[in-house]
């Protein structure tokens, strides 16, 4: 047996539609980064992006119908990377958050990582 490889981190991840958070945790794992804490609602959320410790946020734009502008919102008054996550397009983010990284819905594995590595990256800079 091998040792698990050290983390990379940990997110909080907002997705309605549970497969897709349960494949999202997935390969969040598979890239080495640990999922802090999962929400499939706005309320529940934005309670966790409020307590919860984690490095990053990858943010379903559109939960059951509801902007996830008000979670955006605590993750950057943290002062935390925030990634985005859509099935509309860029035009599907919220106006205010238009310049961070989005992942076009359904995504690989290899661009969630580009995704999480550009926020970190913004984050730095």
């Given amino acids: 047996m091998t040792a698990p490889a050290p ?5 909080f991840l907002v997705e309605d539609e549970t497969m897709i958070r349960m494949l999202v945790a997935d390969m969040l794992s598979d890239l080495g980064y640990i999922v802090a804490a999962e929400a499939g609602d706005l309320d529940q959320a934005i309670k ?6 984690f ?3 990858i943010l379903d734009v559109n939960v ?8 955006a919102e ?8 925030l990634v985005f996550a859509t099935g509309y397009g860029a035009e599907g983010l919220p106006e205010k958050y238009r310049d961070y990284p989005a992942l076009q819905k359904p995504f690989k ?3 969630l990582q580009e995704a999480i590595e550009d926020a970190l990256q913004r984050k730095t800079n």
């Fill in 64 to 71: 059951n119908g509801k902007n996830i502008s008000p979670v």
């Fill in 55 to 57: 490095d990053l946020a």
């Fill in 109 to 111: 594995i290899e661009t």
């Fill in 74 to 81: 605590v993750v950057a008054l943290r002062n935390l990377p």
């Fill in 7 to 11: 983390s990379r981190g940990s997110v």
């Fill in 48 to 53: 966790l992006a409020q307590s919860t410790k």
